[in-house]
Structures are given as structure tokens and as C-alpha cells.
């Protein structure tokens, strides 16, 4: 089936430093998604994005996250400047507009 | 606000034996809500096992099946007899068809399955 890749698998980074994950949606797709994992807790919806916008984010979504895609190669995450609270697995999703999310195997971000 | 709560885990079952997972969801904020039940096998990434969108309807694949109770505001994920090859991370997740595309999800923790030969 459609396979969304994440770029890294995961990146350990001191506490304050800039950090962007990737990545690399199904080709067609025209809504995209970063949720968050921390380690023993539930998956969380950050924010989604279509046309170049962020439709909708989460308290989660801080100031110091960001999100974009620029000509519409990569799907962003960028994290400007880390925390520790930061730690944990960031998955990216796509979805068409058939209600079916299709999900990245995560990147797992380290802050130390 | 919204939220969706399963079974705790770790769940082990027998092969051949049958299966329920519980899930439940609160649905404060979402007028049609959408329930899914999402997999991840291990070492691979999150996959959609079923979806159901209007209530009272079932979901079915890979042997699995389940029923959008809106009365009980229940989403139980059953199987009649399970394989060593369902052995997984499932996951309950409640999305808003509201709003289309854009439909963020809220998930459940996850229930590990694991299913002995």
C-alpha cells in the first residue's frame, strides 16, 4: 500500500539546538499531519496542514514549532529552540480526502 | 474534551482462540464522530485495520470486525479466532467526519497484543 517515509529514524540533540524532522508523504495527498508520542503515553495530534496552511493545531503545537512544505517536496517539522519536554516519537500521517490517514513509522527525537 | 480509553494491556491469547479488545470514547466536541482501529505490527508503521463512519454500522477486515455503538459509545474490536500473526500494537482512534480531509485523530493508549502458538 501507500508508505509514508520519516526522515530520520531518530536524532538525538542537545537542549536548545534547532531540530527539523522529515517527511515524505503518498504522492497524491493533499492534507498532512504531525502527532506525538511520549514513551508510555497516548499518540497526540499536533497540527495538519493543506494548501500551504496550518488548518488546525493543538495546545501541544507550541510557539516554537513550525511546519511546512515548500514546493511541495518535504513535510516539515521544525523545532526552534528544543526542550527537553520535547523528547518523544513524532509521526507524520496523509491523508487524500477519504478520511484514511496513512502513517510514518515515526522519528524518535532525543533532547538532552 | 474528546478522548478515547481501551483495554489495558498486555493482552495474550492462545491462537485459535477468540478476541476482544474494548474501546470506549467521549465525544464532547465532534457532532459525527468517526471511529477507527488503527495496527502497528511490529517494526512497521501505523496501518488502518478498519474505519466505520456512521453509527450502528460494523467494520470488518483481516478477520476482525467491529461495531460503532453510539448508545454505549463503544467501538469493541473482536475476532473470532486469532493467529501468532496478529500479534500487534492496537490502537482505537476517534475522528471528526465533520470536517472532512482535515480529520485529526484522538487515540486511544494502545493494547499490546501478543498471540501464543
Known amino acids: 500500500g501507500p508508505k509514508v517515509l520519516q526522515i530520520p529514524s531518530h536524532q538525538i540533540i542537545d537542549m536548545g539546538q534547532m531540530v527539523t524532522l522529515n517527511c515524505d508523504p503518498v504522492?497524491?495527498?493533499?492534507?498532512f499531519y504531525w502527532y506525538k508520542q511520549i514513551l508510555g503515553q497516548q499518540m497526540e495530534f499536533l497540527v495538519n496542514?493543506?494548501?500551504?496552511?496550518?488548518?488546525?493545531k493543538s495546545k501541544l503545537f507550541k510557539d516554537q514549532f513550525s511546519v511546512e512544505r515548500p514546493d511541495g517536496s518535504y513535510f516539515t517539522l521544525k523545532i526552534q529552540p528544543t526542550a527537553l519536554e520535547d523528547s518523544a516519537v513524532y509521526f507524520c500521517?496523509?491523508?487524500?480526502?477519504?478520511?484514511?490517514?496513512?502513517f510514518g513509522p515515526g522519528t524518535r527525537l532525543t533532547v538532552l | 474534551g474528546d478522548s478515547v480509553t481501551q483495554t489495558e494491556g498486555p493482552v495474550t491469547v492462545s491462537e485459535s482462540e477468540s478476541l476482544i479488545i474494548n474501546c470506549t470514547y467521549s465525544?464532547?466536541?465532534?457532532?459525527?464522530?468517526?471511529l477507527f482501529w488503527y495496527v502497528r505490527y511490529p517494526g512497521e508503521g501505523l496501518q488502518l485495520l478498519l474505519k466505520?463512519?456512521?453509527?450502528?454500522q460494523k467494520g470488518s477486515s483481516r478477520g476482525f470486525e467491529a461495531t460503532y455503538n453510539k448508545e454505549t459509545t463503544s467501538f469493541h474490536l473482536q475476532k473470532a479466532s486469532v493467529q501468532e500473526s496478529d500479534s500487534a500494537v492496537y490502537y482505537c482512534?476517534?475522528?471528526?467526519?465533520?470536517?472532512?480531509?482535515?480529520?485529526?485523530?484522538?487515540f486511544g493508549q494502545g493494547t499490546v497484543l501478543s498471540v501464543i502458538p
Open positions: 504522492s497524491n495527498h493533499l492534507y
Open positions: 465525544a464532547t466536541s465532534i457532532a459525527y464522530p468517526n
Open positions: 482512534a476517534l475522528g471528526d467526519g465533520a470536517t472532512g480531509g482535515n480529520n485529526k485523530l484522538t
Open positions: 466505520v463512519i456512521t453509527a450502528g
Open positions: 496542514f493543506y494548501n500551504g496552511k496550518v488548518m488546525e
Open positions: 500521517a496523509s491523508s487524500f480526502l477519504n478520511y484514511e490517514q496513512y
